[in-house]
């Protein structure tokens, strides 16, 4: 049997000179560990959170003479998404990846889950995705390597106690995912999108299960390696579902957790 073409794979993954990405949720954890991978893969970052302190910090931290950009973005706000589109056209006039990270935890009972709760963890992972892809479509349109790459998680496919706002969302995430991908062939559009399906990461948004020694031990008997993921571990996957390694993968979603999924 043929062996895998290592090199052509590599390369495929590792390349992104001069191409323009923009990443949401980009001030920490899975979206700060994305930007990094692609400016070492030789791509221009665009950095977006909503928290511009936070983001500017992580700015300062970036290898010195990478080519990124910062950009302050409600990921809910409209008006905060065609801004972006019009920066970026101005500036770069095409966008190659769109990577949809930035997202809102919630974990309650549903008795104690507000309405206001249940919309805001809707607006952050379902809302931003419908308003992301339309405004950056006509920039995605003009590159010949377009791709949408969206992080869902696996409480989009299994789900429990107090994951109902969380589970509806990132469920959404996934359909939302797989409408656009066969709407955007359908059309005839080169923009392929695909979505990832973290298991436990060790990021801030999943800081209680770390930082509480009992809570850990119980999620990973879920766990069939045995230990939660790191964020240069999905960063690996989206750099992957970006590249023209994967120009044939659209509409599906790349499950990272470690076995909990497959029993």
């Known amino acids: 049997m043929r062996g895998l073409p290592t090199r052509a794979i590599s390369d495929a993954v590792k390349s992104f000179a001069d191409r323009h990405v923009l990443v949401t949720g980009a001030a920490n954890g899975i979206g700060l560990a994305a930007a990094h991978a692609f400016l070492d893969a030789g791509a221009t970052v665009w950095l977006a959170d909503r928290d511009r302190e936070a983001l500017d910090a992580a700015c300062a931290c970036l290898p010195d003479g990478k080519p990124h950009h910062a950009i302050a973005l409600d990921v809910t706000n409209e008006a905060g998404w065609t801004r972006a589109a019009a920066l970026i056209d101005d500036q770069a006039g095409r966008l190659d990846v769109l990577v949809n990270n930035a997202g809102r935890g919630n974990f309650c009972a549903i008795a104690d889950l507000s309405l206001d709760e249940w919309r805001a963890v809707r607006a952050v992972n379902v809302d931003s995705l419908f308003l992301g892809t339309r405004a950056m479509m006509p920039l995605l349109e003009r590159s010949d390597h377009a791709a949408i790459v969206n992080i869902a998680s696996i409480r ?43 298991g436990l990461i060790d990021t801030p948004l999943a800081r209680a299960v770390f930082d509480d020694p009992a809570i850990k031990a119980r999620r990973l008997v879920d766990i069939p390696l045995g230990r939660a993921g790191n964020v240069e571990e999905i960063a690996a996957a989206i750099l992957f579902l970006a590249g023209d390694g994967a120009r044939y993968i659209t509409g599906t979603d790349v499950t990272i957790d470690g076995g909990q999924t497959a029993g």
Do not use: D
């Open 156 to 198: 989009g496919i299994i789900s429990g106690p107090g994951s109902s706002a969380y589970s509806a969302a990132k469920g959404a995430t996934r359909m939302f995912s797989k409408a656009a991908a066969i709407e955007f062939a359908a059309h005839g559009s080169r923009i392929r999108v695909n979505t990832i399906n973290p």
